[in-house]
Nanobody, 126 residues
Framework: QVQLVESGGGLVQAGGSLRLSCAAS????????MGWFRHAPGKEREFVSA????????????YYADSVKSRLTISRDNGINTVYLQMNSLKPDDTAVYYC???????????????WGQGTQVTVSS
């Protein structure tokens, strides 16, 4: 059973940065696509970013929601089974609980992922 644990959330002023981490255990990490979703009060859980499984050539594709493109960067370190979400130029609209997800496909739908973390709160003040 794969377990995912997020960390790195917190309170930051608009324009600031945070780096979220998601540590995975219980599976072959490099074979899983990993994603980040967020859930803000009164809204549905939405896709933020995803990174594909790592090919034999050590290459992973990345995907971003239009609302975060150029401000957020997803990456993975297969050596320590961790995926990161570097968030820069944060806006109050980025305030949400951020969830890490893992599964067989790096899609934008929650149904594309089999495993979920417990979430970490990100609050951006204006």
């Amino acid at each position: 059973q794969v377990q995912l644990v997020e960390s790195g959330g917190g309170l930051v002023q608009a324009g600031g940065s945070l780096r979220l981490s998601c540590a995975a255990s219980g599976g072959t990490f490099r074979n899983y696509a990993m994603g980040w979703f967020r859930h803000a009060p009164g809204k549905e859980r939405e896709f933020v970013s995803a990174i594909s499984w790592t090919s034999s050539g050590q290459y992973s594709r990345t995907y971003y929601a239009d609302s975060v493109k150029s401000r957020l960067t997803i990456s993975r370190d297969n050596g320590i089974n961790t995926v990161y979400l570097q968030m820069n130029s944060l806006k109050p609209d980025d305030t949400a609980v951020y969830y890490c997800a893992g599964g067989g496909g790096s899609g934008t739908n929650t149904k594309d992922y089999d495993y979920w973390g417990q979430g970490t709160q990100v609050t951006v003040s204006s």
